[in-house]
């Protein structure tokens, strides 16, 4: 920033006492400003409900590749090609990550999110009606431009809508929805058909669609637009008060303060704050999907149907996806409290040390030693995973970069870190692969292990906290500003 950026936004100490006074009950007090809660609560589980579809297609290969790789399937699959089906839903995220941006500037947040229950509907349909394998290649390839879409849009929509001392809570609500739905396939899969289970998919972006349709738009679109008079529209329905002049100030200056930047991705890596909150999220982003979530809750069925653990998979599965579920609630209550830092520092390092203990089982298995007795034990450490990685790898790393970085560049950034995303989960769902089958699965366990403490290193030195904090004032610590310059 530049004296005449100052000069141009006005007076910095007015733009920065605004920004503040959102942040302060006691100011929003005096002003009469008593905003409610739910009518920020509802758009964001509406919103959520396009996560949900998401977390459902991500753990439609638990039941599916069990059936589909069996004997009797009637679309019958190979080992390499059941890796191709789950990682064609990450080819199709990075082609809905592309063209998120244009999108975004031109329909805004609202529109674009709900343009997902196009492909997640078409999806479904073909799932249910292909039969042959590269049908299911298609259909978990559109499904993966929902996801990317969705994975992106989401985040920022709520971060937007939500006012600063509930928006972790509200973020948060985006891993209970992934879970939930996660957990719709893993619970009604083994015991239905291929169509019934296609007709629960689509019936979740179908609701999606009749209850987001009614919701308001983000009102920093509307400030991007130049439209004061949706903007405060938009504001009034969220805060379920007229009384929200002072935090359009604050919108508006928080826009006046990146006011040269157009959005373009030229200009994620050319400021210095944004090269400061790309390497902070591709960091994040990198240690959630290489913590060996994705590929454990994805071959998960396959492991135990293998390998006799004295419980059905299916039992497994619904057993571990309820304790997850369950355990998103514990973040949507200390996300505003504990933190992100907190949730992110316990999530890694347990994820850590369940996986060091699943690899040693899988290694004495590997030796020949009876491990009988203690059957039970790799289902327990998968939970305990699982459970540990819900706490913050989960989401938090989503909901800090929706926070990070400029109203302008939000889209541009949070595209290359998801095409990036898309593409690692590829490589490491085809590593995984390789390593077990080569190597054996005790050594995939050690190797996420082992990526998991150098996550908790990298989270502890160089993630920031920004819990109940706005976004001026994240900026600022970003760009390296304390005060303006005289």
């Given amino acids: 920033m530049t004296m005449e950026d100052y000069e141009v936004m006005g007076e910095y100490e007015e733009c920065q006492t605004h920004a503040e006074s959102l942040m302060n009950d006691d100011l929003r007090a005096k002003v009469g400003k008593k905003s409610k809660t739910l009518p920020q609560v509802l758009p964001a589980i509406s919103a959520c409900l396009a996560i949900m579809s998401g977390g459902f297609h991500s753990t439609w290969p638990i039941p599916s ?57 078409i999806s479904a349909l073909i799932l249910a009606l292909g039969n042959e394998y590269w049908w299911i290649y298609l259909a978990r390839f559109i499904a993966g431009v929902g996801n990317g879409i969705s994975m992106a849009v989401c ?23 992934m879970i939930l739905g996660a957990l719709i396939p893993i619970v009604v899969g083994p015991w239905v058909g291929r169509v019934v289970l296609a007709a629960t998919a689509a019936a979740i972006p179908a609701v999606f669609t009749l209850t987001f349709i009614w919701m308001p738009e983000s ?3 509307y400030a991007m637009k130049n439209r004061p008079h949706d903007i405060k529209k938009s ?50 982003r990198s240690c959630q999907t290489l913590a060996g979530f994705f590929p454990f809750v994805t071959y998960v069925g396959v492991m135990f149907k293998k390998f006799d653990a004295g419980i059905g998979w299916g039992i497994i599965m619904i057993v571990i996806s309820a304790v997850k579920f369950i ?100 490589v490491i769902l085809k590593i995984y692969q390789i390593i077990t089958d080569v190597y054996g699965l005790y050594v995939t366990f050690y190797l996420f292990a082992a990526i998991n403490i150098v996550s908790t290193i990298f989270i502890y030195f160089f993630v920031p906290e920004t819990k109940k904090r706005s976004f001026i004032e994240i900026q600022n610590e970003f760009r390296g500003i304390s005060k303006p310059p005289v």
């Fill in 65 to 121: 590749l069990v059936k589909l790789m069996s004997p009797d399937s009637p679309v019958p699959i190979t080992s390499n090609q059941s890796s191709w089906i789950v990682s064609f839903a990450l080819i199709g995220s990075i082609l809905g990550s592309i063209f998120l941006r244009p999108l975004l500037d031109k329909w805004g947040t609202k529109s674009v999110l709900l343009s997902t229950s196009i492909p997640y509907l």
């Fill in 155 to 177: 985040p920022i929509y709520i971060s937007e809508i939500a006012e600063n001392d509930i928006r972790g809570a509200l973020s948060t609500t985006m891993s209970v929805s």
């Fill in 219 to 221: 009102p920093f679109f």
């Fill in 235 to 284: 504001l009034t329905r969220l805060r379920g008060t007229s009384d929200v002049d002072e935090e359009i100030k604050g919108i508006q200056k928080s826009l006046i303060l990146n006011r040269n930047e157009k959005g373009s991705f030229f200009e994620v890596f050319t400021v210095k704050g944004n090269r400061k909150a790309l390497a902070i999220a591709i960091g994040l």
């Fill in 327 to 426: 355990n998103s609630f514990v973040v949507l209550l200390l996300a505003d409290r504990a933190g992100r830092r907190p949730l992110l520092l316990v999530s890694s390092t347990f994820s850590a040390v369940f996986l060091l203990g699943g690899g040693w089982f899988f290694q004495l298995v590997a030796n020949g030693t009876d491990v009988t007795d203690v059957a039970w034990l790799p289902v327990v450490l998968i939970m305990l995973f699982f459970t540990a990685h819900t706490l913050g790898l989960a989401i938090v790393p989503v909901m800090i970069e929706a926070e990070i970085y400029p109203h302008q560049i939000k889209t541009a950034a949070m595209t290359i870190t998801a095409v990036y995303q898309a593409g690692l989960g590829v």
